[in-house]
T-cell receptor
Framework: GNSVTQMEGPVTLSEEAFLTINCTYT??????LFWYVQYPGEGLQLLLK?????DKGSNKGFEATYRKETTSFHLEKGSVQVSDSAVYFC????????????FGTGTRLTVIP | GAGVSQTPSNKVTEKGKYVELRCDPI?????LYWYRQSLGQGPEFLIY????????DSGLPNDRFFAVRPEGSVSTLKIQRTERGDSAVYLC??????????????FGPGTRLTVL
């Protein structure tokens, strides 16, 4: 079946530390891949996306590269800030049928000053 | 511009009661989705509308759950005979047809349902 597996949290980092949140997927076909972020008290927001193999999505200093050979889409940021504290969700869309998103369980990141 | 809105933001009800949750999608988005997010989990797909019709309701957990979108815009998720296990955050999302080619969806803030 189609699924997304995310690195379990919570993750606690000091400000300016390097961040990696691992995400791997299982899918039939060629999905689009997404990272959504949920800040405290807010709804899900798209952080970045990639629609085909070797594409790199980037936004707000975050990056993720669509790796078909390892079925991965790991999220990285070189220097995290306190304002990056949130829950991060990896997701895929098969772009067929209902076009619904399949989400991972989420990874809570806390950045301390 | 206006995003996806959902009302109410919080709903507390008693076991066995009926509830309705409303979603107002982004103007011009023909696709509308409902998801359910339980504590500590990612959102799980419930139902997909393309226009007025429910094109895929395979994620609805049982026949107590039903959703409508009579005019192709606002949607209402209806839960009959609520159970404590229905407690979750119910998310609505909308998108252009096919997610604009990428599958991207735009989410509302959610309705937190608590069944006592």
């Amino acid at each position: 079946g189609n699924s997304v597996t995310q690195m379990e949290g919570p993750v606690t980092l000091s400000e300016e530390a390097f961040l990696t949140i691992n995400c791997t997927y299982t899918a039939t076909g060629y999905p689009s891949l997404f990272w959504y972020v949920q800040y405290p008290g807010e709804g899900l927001q798209l952080l970045l996306k990639a629609t085909k193999a070797d594409d790199k999505g980037s936004n707000k200093g975050f990056e993720a590269t669509y790796r078909k050979e390892t079925t991965s889409f790991h999220l990285e940021k070189g220097s995290v800030q306190v304002s990056d504290s949130a829950v991060y969700f990896c997701a895929l869309n098969l772009l067929t049928g209902a076009n619904n998103l399949f989400f991972g369980t989420g990874t809570r990141l806390t950045v301390i000053p | 511009g206006a995003g996806v809105s959902q009302t109410p933001s919080n709903k507390v009800t008693e076991k066995g009661k009926y509830v309705e949750l409303r979603c107002d999608p982004i103007s011009g988005h023909t696709a509308l989705y409902w998801y359910r997010q339980s504590l500590g989990q990612g959102p799980e797909f419930l139902i997909y509308f393309q226009g007025t019709g429910a094109a895929d309701d395979s994620g609805l957990p049982n026949d107590r759950f039903f959703a409508v979108r009579p005019e192709g815009s606002v949607s209402t998720l209806k839960i009959q005979r609520t159970e404590r296990g229905d407690s979750a955050v119910y998310l609505c999302a909308s998108s252009l047809l096919g997610g604009g080619g990428s599958g991207e969806q735009f989410f509302g803030p959610g309705t937190r349902l608590t069944v006592l």
